[in-house]
């Protein structure tokens, strides 16, 4: 997942570059796979809390 934001802020970047109208759709493209990959992350560093308590 982390990769795939990577490459839609890189493919923003480029067609930012170049004035292309997919700008706004590759960053929020970019953005919700960051949420999601943070949401990921904090449910598996609870999780892992979690499991080391019992």
Do not use: C, P
Not at 20 to 35: F, R
Request: proline fraction near 0%; charge should be positive.
């Amino acid at each position: 997942m982390l990769y795939w934001s990577i490459v839609s802020l890189v493919v923003a970047a480029i067609a930012g570059s170049f004035g292309v109208g997919v700008t706004g759709t590759s960053i929020g493209l970019a953005q919700v796979v960051a949420i999601v990959l943070a949401i990921f992350m904090a449910i598996s560093a609870l999780a892992s809390v979690m499991r080391r308590v019992r």
